[in-house]
Nanobody
Framework: VQLQAFGGGLVQAGGSLRLSCAASGRTFSGYTVGWFRQAPGKEREFVAA????????YYADSVKGRFTVSRDNAKNTVYLQMDSLKAEDTAVYYC??????????????????WGQGTQVTVSS
């Protein structure tokens, strides 16, 4: 599975962005898709994830209530709607896919395929 994340950019604090993660090569069928981010000088951290069915979603506490993950399996695309952005959301955002178990959903080890990152910069 090849993944491509796009939609990043520069936005003011309080603004919104929507990231997209598109799959090619093969479908997302059966895969959980996660979003991670890495800020300069920091470890990569889990942001959100969504199961193949779309019925189960997971969020880091830091983004809960502000970010929404969704997917359109017909389009082989997963979205991350980011609202009420804060300066601390500034990071490179990555999407990843894997046939993972619940225990690993919030960890990098739960994912086999990674896209290139897209930069999100929030100005305060």
């Amino acid at each position: 599975v090849q993944l491509q994340a796009f939609g990043g950019g520069l936005v003011q604090a309080g603004g919104s962005l929507r990231l997209s993660c598109a799959a090619s090569g093969r479908t997302f069928s059966g895969y959980t898709v996660g979003w991670f981010r890495q800020a300069p000088g920091k470890e990569r951290e889990f942001v959100a994830a969504i199961r193949w069915s779309g019925s189960n979603t997971y969020y880091a506490d830091s983004v809960k209530g502000r970010f929404t993950v969704s997917r359109d399996n017909a389009k082989n695309t997963v979205y991350l709607q980011m609202d009420s952005l804060k300066a601390e959301d500034t990071a490179v955002y990555y999407c990843a896919a894997g046939r993972t178990i619940v225990s690993f959903i919030t960890t990098s080890r739960g994912y086999n395929y990674w896209g290139q990152g897209t930069q999100v910069t929030v100005s305060s």
